[in-house]
């Protein structure tokens, strides 16, 4: 049997989850959740999802929409057996009692504070520790981004220091509302910017520091790591590295990956919504001085964490080793193809 898999929240994350979840052969969506008759909700129900409303009090919209739901958000989640939690930022915590009252395990996304959940998630770093849990939380795009290789560079050679730039776009593409127009932000401009802490929920070994800016662009995020390691390495060790996992794809400027919008018009044409799930590193900007590495790594802040998501279920509901749910989900959205 499928496992019931309810998608609360149907925005920019939910989504992709909700498609993400449809591609598992052992999984399935059995509803999704909006606050209001939006595109975006008869847009889940064009594509066959079964609609539930968020907020009790916003039945009548509903109805006076003409738009057709199941119920309400709870009546969903008594028949899941577990909820993935797309909700804005600080949302979802607000939602963990009613999880809790319905006796259903729950994941949270990076807008919550670590504290919602009982680990911060990362399938490379940390899948074994996450199998049989009640409540987790998938770490932020930027977050997910920085585990991965740092975890890979760490298991293989020691990561003494990290020291990274984080270049952030100021908002997601459909939120037209708000935004930087013209200018650059430090965000914060007091040291550090609460990347560097988030990683050290998934790996609380490392030494870390991060800055941050926001910059008026809306298609990714992009870092610059200085990542001083225990051994002497070469930039072919770290090349090979990084291309024997699927989860990280690099490209290089020569190919004409001058920028994130060729980034972006590249996916356009490989991927639905031009999602990528992977870190995408620049093979050119891999530097050694020393025992010091250098890269810079784009990340689509709207898909890195959607496969996050997929294996996190099958880690909480005992479902698969880490090798094999990865594998799985990595194949189901055609992750590591270039």
């Known amino acids: 049997m499928k496992v019931k898999v309810a998608v609360n929240g149907y925005g920019t994350i939910g989504k992709r989850v909700a498609d993400a979840v449809s591609k598992q052969r052992d999984m399935e969506v059995i509803g999704v959740t909006k606050t209001k008759p939006d595109f975006e909700a008869k847009m889940a129900l064009k594509k066959g999802y079964k609609l539930y409303c968020a907020i009790p009090e916003n039945l009548k919209l509903f109805e006076s929409a003409g738009v057709e739901i199941e119920g309400t958000v709870e009546d969903l989640i008594k028949d899941a057996d577990i909820v993935i939690d797309c909700s804005p ?27 919602v959940a009982e680990l911060s998630f990362n399938a490379l770093a940390n899948y074994e520790k996450a199998i049989g849990k009640r409540f987790v939380r998938v770490v932020s795009c930027n977050t997910t981004g920085l585990v991965r290789v740092l975890h890979l560079l760490d298991t293989n050679f020691g990561v003494e220091k990290v020291r ?118 620049w093979r050119d900007s891999i530097a050694i001085v020393g025992k010091e590495l250098y890269f810079t790594q784009a990340i689509h802040q709207e898909a890195i964490v959607i496969p996050e998501n997929i294996d996190a279920i099958r880690a909480m509901l005992e479902m698969a080793s880490k090798d094999e749910s990865m594998r799985m989900t990595n194949e189901s959205l055609n992750i590591g193809s270039s």
């Open 89 to 115: 930022g600080k949302v979802g915590a607000q939602n963990k009692p009613m999880y809790e009252k319905a006796g259903v395990k729950a994941i949270f996304q990076g807008g919550e504070k670590k504290d």
């Open 164 to 281: 990274a730039v984080m270049i952030r776009r100021v908002v997601d593409p459909k939120e037209d509302k708000k935004g930087l127009v013209n200018g650059i932000a430090p965000d914060p401009v007091k040291l550090p910017s609460h990347h560097g802490p988030d990683v050290q929920t998934v790996l609380p070994h490392i030494d870390i520091t991060t800055v941050a800016f926001k910059v008026p662009t809306t298609l990714m995020h992009v870092h610059s790591l200085n990542v001083q390691l225990r051994d002497r390495v070469n930039v072919d060790s770290i090349i090979e590295l990084f291309e024997k996992e699927p989860r990280i794809i690099l490209v290089s400027s020569e190919d004409g990956f001058t920028s994130t919008a060729k980034l972006i018009e590249w996916a356009r044409e490989m991927r639905l919504r031009y999602d990528l799930f992977e870190n995408i590193v």
